[in-house]
């Protein structure tokens, strides 16, 4: 028979206060993975379809050469500007070198026309009073003639001195004008034939500096391919320089996790380099315009029947802290793993915002192009007198802008006389 005391407190036993306790516990664990999912878990968005990614800037050379140099080679880091290969430059100096000649000569020859300017303005001068005088002479022969004291023949001996001067006079007009078409408001420096050959200088000159191939950025060198005595041609591939601390990552999510996604949004990033005890911030900053398989070499046909769907994903870039990525390095094609955080989720899923985080120049290749204006400019002022000051012809034929349209007016036909009829 059971007693009072065994039937009175059943929950004393060992087996109860065991279970009661494994419940307890179950039910505070499931309480608080309710709590942490309300507020914490359900805003996380995951995936381990994420990688390093990167700029892999391409050596390639802008003209064909024989390569005698190689200045870095794979896993080094060069500095932006440092040479990477060099070419050999016989070939481009022996053009620049005539292109440099070819500007000498040409600067020569354009202050030759500006010195015929003045040559021809004066011979128009000459005609011009080669004319006065025989129209003068003709004017005093046409009243002696009226009263008989000269013959008429002398007359018309007068009459063709004025023809033969009006002719000459327009002959010095037009040799001027043809003169002066080829230096009609310019200068020695901006005459088209000496732009023309200092473009081939400026060109030339680019050439014999692209023998030199520099890095455009500071990192690391891969994908050397190039030997010494190899021949190359324009664009094909030398090597690869990769800036390891302007890395992103691209994190590969299913479309069913996009909905609630923004730019924007903060992510938290662990890679399989560094483990979980390693934590980078980052932030969504664009969405790939479509699926991975959209894009691939082979994109699927599913208009064919023998289609199974399968769960896409979308490419999403993701920006890292410039610090922690200083402090640990990571390198492209690298695994992650990324936690978005989707609580706020205001504005456009895909907003049409041009982003200005990423500005890609250099300005390791501006310096040849002064350089090669600097040639340019040397060589001219090497070949104009007094260290480019204009010359007397020169200044003449600034003047001559006034006068020109005097000394190539037409002889006017009044001016020649009519022969005398016997």
Do not use: C
Not at 54 to 81: E, L
């Amino acid at each position: 028979m059971t007693t009072r005391n065994e039937t009175a407190k059943p929950w004393k036993s060992p087996r109860v206060r065991w279970l009661t306790l494994i419940i307890g516990s179950f039910l505070v664990i499931g309480a608080a993975y309710a709590v942490y999912w309300d507020r914490d878990l359900r805003y996380s968005v995951y995936t381990d379809d994420a990688y390093v990614s990167g700029n892999v800037v391409q050596i390639t050379p802008r003209i064909s050469g024989t390569v005698v140099a190689i200045g870095a080679d794979n896993t080094q880091f060069v500095k932006a500007g440092q040479t990477l290969v060099r070419l050999d430059p016989s070939d481009a100096k022996v053009t620049l070198q005539e292109s440099e000649a070819q500007l000498a000569k040409t600067v020569r020859q354009v202050r030759n026309l500006f010195a015929t300017t003045s040559e021809l303005q004066a011979n128009v001068q000459v005609r011009r009073t080669d004319l006065a005088k025989a129209q003068s002479d003709y004017d005093r022969r046409a009243r002696l003639a009226r009263s008989g004291a000269i013959s008429g023949e002398e007359l018309q001996h007068a009459a063709d001195a004025v023809r033969a001067a009006q002719a000459a006079l327009a002959a010095a007009q037009q040799q001027l004008a043809a003169n002066r078409a080829w230096i009609d408001g310019t200068t020695i420096e901006s005459n088209p034939a000496v732009r023309d050959a200092a473009a081939a200088v400026h060109a030339a000159y680019l050439n014999y500096a692209r023998t030199t191939l520099p890095a455009p950025v500071s990192g690391f060198v891969a994908r050397r391919d190039v030997q010494l005595g190899e021949h190359v041609s324009s664009g094909s591939p030398l090597m690869a320089v990769v800036p390891l601390n302007e890395v992103w990552v691209d994190a590969n999510f299913k479309e069913s996790q996009l909905d609630d996604m923004r730019v924007g949004q903060p992510v938290e990033l662990t890679s399989d380099l560094y483990g979980s005890g390693v934590v980078f911030h980052g932030r969504v900053v664009g969405f790939g315009a479509g699926t991975g398989s959209a894009f691939s070499l082979l994109p699927a046909q599913n208009a064919t029947g023998n289609w199974i769907k399968i769960v896409q994903r979308v490419p999403v870039r993701i920006a890292l802290d410039a610090r922690e990525l200083a402090q640990h390095p990571l390198q492209i094609g690298l695994s992650m793993k990324a936690y978005v955080n989707v609580r706020d989720d205001n504005g456009q899923r895909l907003p049409e915002v041009a982003s200005n985080d990423h500005d890609y120049s250099t300005d390791v290749f501006q310096s040849v192009a002064a350089q090669a204006d600097e040639t340019v400019r040397q060589i001219i002022a090497a070949n104009v007198p007094a260290a480019g000051r204009p010359s007397a012809s020169h200044r003449l034929a600034a003047r001559l802008g006034g006068a020109a349209s005097e000394l190539a007016a037409p002889v006017p036909s009044s001016v020649v006389p009519v022969a005398l009829s016997e």
